[in-house]
Nanobody, 114 residues
Framework: QVQLVESGGGLVQAGGSLRLSCAASGSIFNIGSMAWYRQAPGKQRELVAGITSGGRTTYADSVKGRFTISRDNARKVHLQMNSLKPEDTDVYYC?????????WGQGTQVTVSS
């Protein structure tokens, strides 16, 4: 089992920045890729950014050039969010996957005021 704990969410004005972090514990040898997703009420969860164990990254078009995903090691992943917009308001979830397993964090709220 892997436990994921997100931190760093909050309220920020449009144009501001936030840094989300996700720390993994437990059977981290199962973790290959890590990613950040977000979900608004009544909508599907969508990929924001992902990073493989080798450091390859992918981003949603809506966040390219504004968000940066990084990874310290197998245990911790970050999402630096700059130039935030009101439409970035969502609950952000950390996801870890590998060896056929998928794990999710509990989510952290990001609210961007206009």
């Amino acid at each position: 089992q892997v436990q994921l704990v997100e931190s760093g969410g909050g309220l920020v004005q449009a144009g501001g920045s936030l840094r989300l972090s996700c720390a993994a514990s437990g059977s981290i040898f199962n973790i290959g890729s890590m990613a950040w997703y977000r979900q608004a009420p009544g909508k599907q969860r969508e990929l924001v950014a992902g990073i493989t164990s080798g450091g390859r990254t992918t981003y949603a078009d809506s966040v390219k050039g504004r968000f940066t995903i990084s990874r310290d090691n197998a245990r911790k992943v970050h999402l630096q969010m700059n130039s935030l917009k009101p439409e970035d308001t969502d609950v952000y979830y950390c996801k870890a996957s590998g060896n056929g397993y998928i794990y999710w964090g509990q989510g952290t709220q990001v609210t961007v005021s206009s």
